[in-house]
């Protein structure tokens, strides 16, 4: 299809007809339009308009109880069960610390909100779905059988959109920012130096900022003491030895809108075709191990000493999923968490090009 002659909303309706089976994020992206324009073509239809505006989703969904929360991005995407609790608002910046549902918010970054009802069956499923300016998902909350449905309502009636046309406008998404500069804008001392004096793993970004340097190229300039490559059976490896030795991990999911993180244990890991997944009770995670072209252990200094994490990369070199091991404010690493980190496949630094 023509990229510059989008399918009418009528059309677009048509191949949901069509494809009744197909997820919309696939449809949307075989018919040539975003996933927010896909939805907003059934406004009307099952589909409301809402204003996105993080805090009085944020605290409104309080009241709404368990929900299932997603945040994805192209290559994962994690679920969690659990109550939006411990909010925290904000203009750049909002969080939710509850025990399940644990999420960094960034608001600039959501444009486009609906309230979903789809037919299942005898039922109805509700949601509540945010996208970004080029229509890509930065967060959806899904109701659960034991969620409040009068309160969701209630909430829905206090964000409804004085638009609610069957079109949206989206933005082609600009890449020119998402790396801050190419490799070699900082000498290699000078981060090497930067690094060494961490003492919090929240100043990282920071320190890229200053260094004009992308995550990325800062963990392949640093140097073997900081950031080494892992062979591509290393994911799997740690999630099966975190299963096997019960070791509570940490894992973000995140893309420019929202970050997503569980902590604790994990127990039912499978695998299915390209896909990983995490099976367990409050939490599931599907990973396309196929589009893991980097993964990387890495090191940073702390007060509390070194922290390790996982991270692996796309071939647009985003960061697509971070592991740690699970720790508190003020705590040390969990030994048997750096061991494994410390002890998965690596490979020569020569190949990880």
Known sequence: ??????PAPQAIKQARADNPKMRERDLAAQLGISEAEFVAAFVGEGVTRIEPRV?????????????????????AVHEKIGVYDKVVTGNHNAMVLGEQIDLRIFPKAWTHGFAVEKRDGEGVRHSLQFFDETGEAVHKVHLRPASNL?????????????????????????????????????????LRDRWSRLTDVHQFFG?????KLSRHDAVRMVGQDYAWPLDGDAMAAMLSHAVQDQI??????????????HSGPIQNVKAMGPWINIFDETFHLHLRLDH???????????????????????????????????????QGERDDWRFLAENLPRVPRSTAA
């Open 292 to 330: 893991i072209r980097e993964l990387w252990a890495v090191r940073k200094p702390t007060k509390d000493g070194h922290i390790t994490s996982l991270e692996a990369y796309d071939a647009d070199r985003k960061m697509i999923i971070q592991f740690f091991g699970k720790r508190h404010e003020g």
């Open 150 to 190: 009068y309160a969701y309502q209630q909430l829905v009636e206090r964000l409804v959109s004085s638009d609610q046309s069957q079109e949206v406008r989206t933005a082609v998404a600009d890449t020119a920012n998402d790396d801050l500069a190419a490799e070699g804008a900082a000498s290699v001392e000078d």
């Open 55 to 75: 805090n009085d989703v944020l605290t409104g969904l309080e009241a709404v109880g368990e929900v299932m929360a997603l945040t994805r991005n192209e290559s």
């Open 248 to 261: 509570p991990i940490m894992c973000f999911v995140g893309n420019r809108g929202c970050i997503q993180i």
């Open 1 to 6: 299809m023509d990229a510059q002659v989008k």
């Open 207 to 211: 320190m890229l900022k200053a260094l």
